[in-house]
């Protein structure tokens, strides 16, 4: 599954680091380093990952209602970039 | 007919094309469809890959937490689209609506959008750019081949200029505990980007991770072995320094030479386009079909004194992409500016560097919070008795509250006192930016005057 966030919005509360512990982490006090390609067992962590942000900074593709995975769109709530 | 006709059968049956199918592309496209796009979407790219996400490549992937060959964009919708992958455009023909592919093809539009971004300036001598072991780092290409060479434990990396990727690249060699020398011809790392008052920190902080940083210093010639592997380089103070691994991250250039002759306002500093995204042509009149976004984009801004600004930001390739693509498509009374105020991430040494606003326009910088000590800090800029940009190190929770005072252009020094203003922030300083006529790698933010036709650049490579 593909992931981007968008780190101008990201505010680094690691939220997502410990939903997907295997997809994000923090290095350092507050940058987020993540993978961009999550394996495919990753969905759940990764749905409640981009759900839990505060900014709506996660996007990814296919955990969405397990739609496919290049129909399904996953965006943050607050999506105002 | 009607405009309105006109819109509802560009909306329904129109032929739009995009060349560049990178982020700004892919933004532009879904945002097309979701908008209720329903005609011909043709995406023409001249890397093989589907678009990928770039910023990555100097961080995940060189920390090893992420493969080069897997950071492609998430599709936040099927896009439907006819993709012309690992094919460039070689010519715009304005008058027949025309684009001209390198393998001979043509393709109609009714729209275009121009997102054909920068790449890797390369080293200026092209026997030693040649050597095995010589890298840049733009495409997912350079990514991979770097990627590999790093992995087999090369005795030194050198990377010569200390912008944002130079750094993040000696910062991430620092991690996986290679030896690295950084040089650069300013007197500190980032000083383009963020002057020389933030630019002291930065070199403390490579230095403190171990990076042999030599600043003030130029790279005179990259030397190879008879083999054709790059050996040492060669420094104007007389230096030489022993190394199998060297990195050029002296900026970029506009990939504008397809729209040479095209009768468009292109050049080395971009593609001049309004607030609304739309192009110029060379005679400084707007095309009503051709529309630009992202890296390779230069457009004037009312925050910014209505200068053409020129971003190579992840943010503005999404916000511009957003903003043309629903012009594209939209009547005039219906169209929205492209007012993003430029926003920016970099992440080394495990420090979160953020800014927001142009600071390459402020002469002045405050510390308004935090210490430059403690590497933990918020500077403000200042141009002209107004706020004008702010910069964060591991601060990022406050940077929305600068951007709100350089929306409104709060008056500069700032009069408030913070919770944690330090003795150092009290007074405002020269924020100690380089003569900007002096060529720079470093600014991610270029102002280039207010004219939309001005092509003029002065960039001497002469060795770095
Ligand atoms: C290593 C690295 C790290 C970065 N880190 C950050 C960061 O931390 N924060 C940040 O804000 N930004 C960062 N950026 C910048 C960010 O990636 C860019 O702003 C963004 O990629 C711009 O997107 P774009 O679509 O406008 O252009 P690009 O991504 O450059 O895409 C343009 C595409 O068009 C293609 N193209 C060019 N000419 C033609 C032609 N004639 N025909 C067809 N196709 C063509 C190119 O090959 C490319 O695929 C980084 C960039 C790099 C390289
Ligand atoms: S939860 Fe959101 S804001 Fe927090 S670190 Fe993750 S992406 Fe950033």
């Known amino acids: ?3 981007v966030v968008d780190l101008n919005k990201c505010q680094g509360y690691a939220q997502c680091a410990f939903l997907a512990p295997d997809v994000f982490a923090l290095h350092g006090e507050e940058s987020l380093v993540y993978d961009p390609c999550a394996g495919d067992e990753q969905r759940a962590q990764l749905a409640r990952a981009v759900a839990a942000c505060p900014v709506g900074a996660i996007t990814a593709d296919g955990t969405d209602d397990g739609a ?11 999506d105002d970039r | 007919m009607t405009v309105e006709g006109f819109f509802e059968r560009l909306r329904t049956e129109g032929r739009i ?10 933004t532009a496209a879904e945002t097309l469809r979701a908008e209720g796009f329903t005609g011909s979407l043709t995406m023409i790219g001249d890397e093989p890959y589907e678009p990928y996400d770039r910023p990555p490549l100097s961080k995940a992937v060189l920390l090893g937490k992420a493969s080069p060959h897997r950071t492609d964009l998430p599709r936040r919708r099927e896009l439907d689209a006819d993709w012309r992958l690992g094919v460039a455009a070689a010519g715009l023909d304005l008058g027949a609506r025309r684009v001209r592919l390198a393998d001979g093809d043509e393709v109609e539009y009714d729209r275009l959008l121009i997102a054909t971004g920068v790449r890797a300036r390369p080293w200026p001598n092209e026997t030693e750019a040649q050597l095995d072991g010589v890298f840049v780092l733009r495409t997912r290409d350079d990514a991979v081949a770097l990627h590999r060479r790093l992995g087999a434990a090369p005795r030194r990396v050198f990377v010569i200029g200390a912008g944002f990727t130079g750094s993040e690249i000696a910062s991430a060699c620092r991690y996986q505990d290679l030896a690295v020398t950084v040089a650069e011809r300013a007197n500190a790392p980032l000083v383009g980007a963020l002057g020389g008052v933030v630019g002291a920190v930065a070199a403390e902080l490579q230095r403190e991770n171990g990076v042999d940083l030599r600043t003030g210093v130029t790279v005179t010639a990259l030397e190879g072995d008879t083999s054709g592997r790059v050996r040492a380089a060669h420094l104007s103070d007389g230096g030489v320094v022993e190394t199998d ?12 030479e397809w729209l040479t002759g095209s009768g468009l306002g292109a050049g080395p500093r971009g593609v001049a386009c309004d607030a609304g995204c739309r192009a110029f042509d060379f005679r400084g009149i707007v095309t009503d079909d051709v529309f630009v976004a992202g890296d390779v984009a230069r457009s004037p801004h009312p925050l910014f004194n209505y200068q053409f ?3 190579e930001h992840w943010g503005n390739a999404v916000s511009q992409a957003e903003v043309a693509a629903h012009n594209m498509i939209s009547p005039s009374a219906d169209r929205r500016p492209h007012i993003w105020v430029p926003a920016f991430w970099s992440s080394q040494f495990g420090v979160n560097i953020k800014s927001v606003g142009v600071p390459t326009m402020g002469d002045q910088i405050m510390i308004t919070q935090g210490s430059l000590a403690e590497r933990r800090f918020v500077g403000a800029y200042g141009y002209q008795g107004r706020v004008i940009a702010a910069v964060s190190f591991d601060n990022t929770r406050w940077l929305q509250f600068y951007q709100q005072l350089i929306e409104t252009a709060a008056p ?3 009069e408030y006192s913070t919770v944690d203003r330090r003795p150092e922030g009290r007074r405002p300083i020269p924020a100690d930016f380089p003569d900007p006529s002096l060529p720079t790698h470093g600014p991610t933010v270029t102002l280039s005057g207010y004219s939309p036709v001005d092509r003029r650049l002065v960039f001497t490579p002469a060795r770095h």
């Open chain 1, 68 to 78: 496919a995975p290049s129909a399904g769109p996953v965006r943050g709530t607050s």
């Open chain 2, 17 to 26: 094309v995009i060349v560049g199918a990178s982020l700004a592309g892919l």
């Open chain 1, 1 to 3: 599954m593909r992931v």
């Open chain 2, 309 to 311: 600004l020129s971003l």
């Open chain 2, 245 to 256: 691994v060297v990195v050029v991250s002296l900026g970029a250039t506009r990939n504008t």
């Open chain 2, 412 to 414: 500069f020094p700032l």
